[in-house]
């Protein structure tokens, strides 16, 4: 039997690695259309920032490691134009077949510019590969521009728009919807935008970008644009192959990591997986579900037997050194999903205030009818990511806020304070319920 994976990275390769370790002897063969086969996406705007010296840096292992180390064969530069699943093959464009009896789609998601008109211009970047934040770096360092906009207000946007004011340009962002961060709260946003404004940073919402000007967008004065929205996930190669695409535009897959055809599984980026709170599947293209992801298909590919329950959201990022974490569903996301929410929203020291605390928000979410916990949010430059996390594990373990109230959670003044702010905050939801 012969295993072949389409597309490198987190999902690719952590399906190709779990499969050599459940099956030292099969021939697995890693297709990678690019030049780079394993690197730290999520530390691109990093390097933009200057924080992570060189592109190098974000390598992590070369084609050679995996061949002399894993025993896998990894060909980058490999882009693949069709699959034949009747036949058992892949075409390359180069017009090679390579033949399997197990696929696994590791295409990830791609940024659709083509609704843009101008985004083929020169001063135009996106920032979804490596050899994308070399060229960005290139043109900070050689054409020394001064104001920048950045269209979308999702993770990269903000971290994008953070890397280029720590470089000392001014910086607008421009999202086309009412919220920021993929999260429909409007609290939640007006911090960011607080804390975005507060370092210079404009945001601008409710503006839908159709063209870029060479010295303007939507009439934001610019020299340098960042295009971080209208990411989609590649599903080409899928659809071609028959394999169905979910309610989400993503490939659709049971919770093995196998699609309606057999014999062919997807990770990553491309793949839809279930909502563990919503109970519907979704889309949500993250590094650390594309690892997961990837080990399932790479297991059951090789002839194992390991399921992914799948995910509840969870995220977080950092705008200036204030992290801005959630998990579940907001408010408003719960109604569109036909639940009757009840939330608490409460500010609280991270420490004691004789320990240096600083203010911490947070919200917590739940069902009003049944006192479940079903999302949260964490604000704050101090500890906001075991926060989130703690709040992250209960909705996996689906308790109830009363339960959640009453959770043993360590306290020492350097850490937290006696109550931590997300006990305060759910002793406050458990009075609305």
Known sequence: MALVVVGGVAAGLSAAARARRLDARLPIVVLEKGPVVSYGACGLPYLIEGRVREAADLIVHTPEYFRQERNIEVRTGARVAAVSHPRR??????????????????????????????????????????????????????????????????????????????????????????????????????????????????????????????????????DLVVVAAGFKPNVDLATSAGVAIGRTGAIAADDHMETNVHGIFTAGDCAETMHLVSGRPAWIPLGTTANKTGRVAGANAAGGRERFAGVVGTSIVGIFGTAFATTGLSVAQARAEGISPVSARIDSLSRPRYYDGVNTTVELVADGATGRLIGGSVIGEDGAAGRINVIAAALHARMKVEDFAAVDLAYSPPFSTVWDPVLIAAQQLSKQL
């Open 89 to 222: 093959e892949v075409e390359l464009e180069s017009g090679e077949r390579i033949r399997y009896d197990r696929l696994i789609l590791a295409t990830g998601a791609r940024c659709d510019t083509s609704a843009i008109a101008g985004a083929d211009q020169p001063h135009v970047f996106a920032l979804h590969t490596l050899e994308d934040a070399e060229r960005l770096r290139a043109f900070l360092r050689d054409r020394r521009p001064r104001r920048a906009v950045v269209i979308g207000a999702g993770y990269i946007g903000v971290e994008v728009a953070d890397a280029l004011s720590r470089n000392g340009l001014r910086v607008t962002i421009l999202e086309r919807g009412a919220d920021v961060l993929l999260r429909d709260d409007g609290p939640f946003s007006d911090a960011v935008r607080r804390t975005l404004e507060t370092h210079g940073v404009e945001l601008r919402c409710g503006v839908d970008v159709e063209s870029i000007e060479p010295d303007r967008v939507a009439g934001a004065p610019c």
